[in-house]
């Protein structure tokens, strides 16, 4: 129980940090805390060259700068779409490794965006007093309107002043807090370097959020300006030599979804449908990818990056799962809010969010009626295909961009097309049989969940069995093709009116019911959700004081900690691993298989070479490829994982065995000058 | 939330029944609530019919005679292992029917057998007193012996009178009553009739357990004795009209299993661990299944069966669990098991019961702990294989038969015997591209969960992956060869120890280490709980009475009930499907496509004839293919499913909503005399 309390004591009542909790924004870390608890002073400067250093790759990972010539270090399953959409059935990137002879080799990620953190603006007062005289099925719409326009103003404010910014609207503490957070953003990034596969993700998904460990899981990218190597200056160095055990470190980058400050009504949504329906649709859709993989290599080198996410999506909810079962985290959950209920009760300016729990069960309550369809049509889980992602965009796009910038859904903006556009005319390989899998599998679920006897199902179907529908439309769509895609785009209404694409006309044939769908969420659940947590956030803040970090938003964040190993079961689980027991591990079959060069390699490796490590940081999913640094600010490990107790962290941090899994800059050094002998990245890290 | 109260109302006090709640033994059958609430009386004389008339199927079924000469009327899903053994890629009988032209034509179904239950005792003064006295380890082991050597007694005394039977002992009220059921048991049994899959699933799985339905879900099996139909006077009569809405119906047969008389702690560890595993390994294995029936016919054809029980499994676990997530339930629950215990507190002759509910808590939790070991090797969850099953059964075989009878594992005791021999030499065929897939996922799992450093992993696979060893096994196994198993059978330990199939040391390899967790699953969990349950048992008929029934056990039970729809979201659900409906919702895509016989035979058809009906039943799985019978104890339906709302029958009885799903005589008899033109059948079954 005393897990559960660690977090609690923090969320409910700001007492002073007894443990290494929290995601923080850098205009809040804890620098007290810190200090007293390791004597470490955080300083302005300090902050600040992390922050400039630090990347966010714009499909979910964290990344940072780690030479002044814009070399950015990552995860290796960061780059793993990258390494997937450059390789061939002859060129396996992701089998084989990359590393680029020469800079000019360096290879273009297709769509991927690269984003630094230059600058923040608190806006809260602008958007409360827009929806404070609103009423709650407005306030999702004039947020909507609201953001958007501070978004555009901040745009075209940065290129009239030369230096333009991508500007993105963050809400904090549900809604607490809202800002403008400015970013530099990189639009060509390429690869440099990443090893086989089978040693950055050694022991694959058995072990993946196990520690011990042995992955080699970095890449390195390289950002670019002008078709030349972008400059940065303020950039991370490493400490080849790690840090000590015990020794503080801080972990920042972008983590991406906690949901600590929910109610326990939220929570029970999650429990009871969102986690039970995910599992059992990524568990039959894992089943279908090994079985599709085992068909042929081409089968098995198409659908492995997809694969891989599904499983670590399945053991992330697995465990998010069991957390949810455990009715004594869900009885402290309850205390706590109970807690802060009384407060508010007996506190006569707090009174607007007295109403707030309840509000929010209802809300929940009315997810609860329309999840199943709502899930099929606009939440993600149907029309499981790239070809009908693009469709639907093309589709929205035309009819978005009709109207005016503020009246638009969110991503369809004027400073959302940049992203949609590159993300359209992006050359990423469509394979028809891969796609044939995923949408009959999403057309024979709808069908399953929604009844054959539905209205979209009826519409979509036809007279088809879900193989034969999913057929005609794959194979008679055009939008694999960037060219077909970007004519649709530029050609707005009038050029996806007149299309006879297939995809297109399903796209089409769904959009009504889906938005009619998307707007009962935004009016009836998330616009009073809104209010109400806004309401609760404040009254947290006025309770317990403004010692709080809010939940993660892939947005920049700092934690800390130390270099530390915990105990499982009674028994000590060591904070590092070495090369020797890697060896020792190596089965020959996959994912226990060793590339050829590391195998070649082990006579001449020194066995005592460290690997993996693990930290108290607390993280999530997103800070994949966050630096961990020292309190010199050196780079003295990769973050790529947590261990599995980590999971939990979605909903409390358990202080005792949450831990932050890491590459040792050890085994970084060791591949690159001993094992791939890339003397130009070696020298330009400055390995010695 | 009326619902649950309903319930409980009965589970907790016994009070005169509000709803046509309960699966009755036949001893105890609330006569004088049926009298009352629908004005029937039901005598000894109906009572016997009843009894003697409903047939077994040890497979999972139920069926009744319909003939004096053996023949009996099931489910078409309850014979589609023996049309699947029966069928090869040239002559599928699960897609085309059959249909023996003459009676010597009727197929024989490998393994299948048929028991009556003629005679029943009850033994709870015996066995309590054998286990009163000892230590709750020992519980076990004591109450196996005792149940062990009563049914030899039995069977040694009935075949001494000439007329020998199948003993088996009964627990019923989880320990509250023991009882020696004695069956006749038909060993040859043969299929006469069944239809096209297509119109026996008609909407497969999006239909199953939906209402309004059109399944013509009926089968005709033929028991023999000494190779010639048996002689079966006591039998059933159809009333081919069927029952009128609001006409009583009763439905005898054997319900498999419910959970209603679990204790709160029982119930969280089905919702918190049980149900989450089974839900995500039977969705990536259905997966899986699905991914595989597309590489050719045959592989659909042979995976068909297989997937189709997945797919069932799937359904009634995902209804299982929102059930068990509803907190109203559980809380409900958790009231009346404190009322309870309050009552047992209070009276101390039933001191015994006091610390009941709490030792079955320590014994969740023990199970907890090794539920993840046990379920990969003793539970069932890994070794998917018929080859490995053939196996585990020679090797335990082998070494359980020389101990003392009643020293034994249950499943190997000389009662046991002929059962496990015809399963050994039946001439099941055994593919092994289909084992593959399933041996494949098995061990990947088992990996997955064990993790890749657990020593039986280690042992399992050494430096293969899951792939390769399932080839292995399956390619160097000669136990597909019914010939080779009754060899190994027979030759006993000095067989199965020279034995070099594979698959017999894989079986011999993990066997310690699953026995060692199936004896702390006896010893530690299973044992205490049944001295608790036993406890909680006799408390509950000292508090409440004897007014209750068990939960089921697949034994011979009898519900109550009337034809009734009932009101879904505000609509009403009328009780009664006609054909017209049926022809309407045929899209010629499976599986909503029907047979050419029935494309053919529509004009032909009266199409207001009745297809499938919905009545108050209380019914659970093992009760498909029992028949509903009216108040003069004629056929006035065939179940097949229960609607939706069915599936929480697991937990409670769900009055307002829960409904038994059943095949009208109309739809019976148009198909035999109209659509199959089956005129001997026809006539035996006195259809004008």
New interface residues.
Partial sequence: MKRFLLALMLVGTGTLLVADEGMWTFDNFPRDVVQKRYGVRVTDQWLNTIQRSIVRLETGCSASFVSAEGLVLTNHHCVATCLADNSTPENDLVAAGFMAATRDREIRCQGAQASVLMETQNVTPTVTAAIGSVQPAQVAQIRNQTLTRLETECEEASKKSGDPRACEAVTLYQGGQYWIYKYKRYEDVRLAFAPEHAIAAF?G???NF?FPRWCLDMSLLRVYENGKPASTPTHLNFNWNGAADGEPTFVAGHPGTTERLKTVSQL?MQ??LLL?FW???Y??????????S??DEEAARTAMDYLGSIENS?KVR?MQ??AL???RMMAQKDAEEQKLRAAVAKDSSLASARDAWDAITRAEQRSREIHIPWVWTEGGAGFNSDLFFYARQLVRAAEERQKPNEQRLREYTEGAMPQLKAALEAKQPVYPEFEQ?KLS?AF?RM??YL???HAIIKSVL????P??RAKELIEGSELADPAVRLELFEGGKAAVDASRDPMIALAKLVDPESRRLRTIVENEIDGPERVAQQAIAQARFKVFGTNLYPDATFTLRLSYGAVSGWVENGTKVEPYTRLDRLYE?T????P?ALPKRWLDAKSRLDLSTRANFVTTNDIVGGNSGSPIVNAAGEIVGLAFDGNIHSISGSYWFDAEKNRTVGVHPQFIRTALAEVYQATALAQELKIR
Avoid: C, H, N, W
Wanted: proline share 8%; glycine share 10%; aromatic share 6%.
């Fill in positions: 022991g998904d058995p072990d196990q029970k429990r009871d039970p599992l059992i649709r568990a039959e859709l894992r089943g279908r990818m090994i079985q599709y085992k068909t399945i697995r799962q069991l079962l455990d009715d899998v599998f024979e069908r399953e009844g054959p006897d036809g007279t088809k069995s193989d034969e591990r089965t020959g079959a996959p226990f």
